[in-house]
């Protein structure tokens, strides 16, 4: 696939932050493609500009953020110039921001997030098939069925986890973009998560890009991981193999 019809296309991407302090850069000069069916993870210490990166690529960045240079592209769509396509991109895109499961609509029963994305775009829909797709994405995130009918509050910190992941499956996305999509989850049912984006990917070619710092995580899917550090990438690589940027390997160490 060439890159221009990649899931996702970066290149020497620049995000800046608006704050009332001035601009400030987040992401600086950040290169990589992630092409259907592959998997990418983000990691690195906290303000490196793994979240700005994601949002931003989802199409749910906020006013404070600007796409001030470079390129980037997800599922086809110019996220630095969305203009009517965000509609599409966000449709594409399944996206599993910060602190996803804390911050469930807190009106709203588990069922009627998870059928969110569905319901907020079409007026009619066929509520028996909702309902039979809701109860299938509870039954393969091992959520009882019973948890579509009660309240966020009423769930765990891990099954409000998977609640919102089961969201962002819902309009069976082309590329998954999760920051930090095992908070909260037990040991136990990490490998749930694991198992639905496999089969996504083997199965529908999804690609995803995901936040995270778990070394054992990314070496279970086997996948590319890109370090961030002050908006720059200073590593990527699988697994151990990573190679450094000039320095980078030594400063880390300190």
């Not at 965000?86 to 059928?115: C, D, F, H, K, W």
């Not at 309009?171 to 973009?177: A, R, S």
Request: net charge positive; aromatic share 4%; glycine share 10%.
């Amino acid at each position: 696939m060439p890159a221009s019809d990649a899931a996702i296309d970066c290149s020497d991407l620049v995000i800046d932050r608006i704050g009332h302090g001035g601009v400030t850069r987040a992401v600086d000069g950040v290169t990589f493609t992630v092409r259907a069916g592959e998997l990418m993870c983000v990691g690195g210490a906290t303000g490196a500009g793994k979240s700005t990166l994601v949002s931003a690529l989802a199409g749910y960045g906020d006013a404070s953020l600007k796409v001030a240079g470079g390129r980037a592209r997800v599922c086809g769509v110019d996220v630095r110039r969305p203009g009517r396509r965000r509609r599409m991109l966000t449709a594409l895109s399944g996206y599993i921001p910060q602190s996803a499961g804390a911050n469930l609509p807190p009106r709203l029963t588990v069922g009627e997030v998870i059928s969110e994305p569905i319901t907020s775009r079409e007026k009619r829909v066929n509520s028996k098939a909702l309902a039979i797709r809701v109860a299938s994405l509870l039954d393969e995130l091992h959520l009882p069925l019973g948890a579509a009918a009660k309240f966020p509050y009423e769930l765990s910190a891990g099954m409000r986890q998977r609640v919102a992941i089961a969201r962002a499956f819902m309009l069976e996305p082309h590329v998954l973009i999760a920051d930090e999509p095992l908070a909260n989850l037990d040991l136990e049912v990490r490998p749930v998560v694991f198992d639905a984006i496999t089969r996504r990917r083997n199965e529908q070619s999804m690609a995803a890009l995901l936040v995270t710092n778990d070394a054992a995580f990314i070496r279970e899917l086997d996948a590319e991981a890109l370090i961030l550090r002050s908006g720059h990438v200073v590593a990527r690589g699988i697994g151990k193999d990573l190679l450094w940027s000039p320095n980078s390997e030594a400063d880390a160490a300190r």
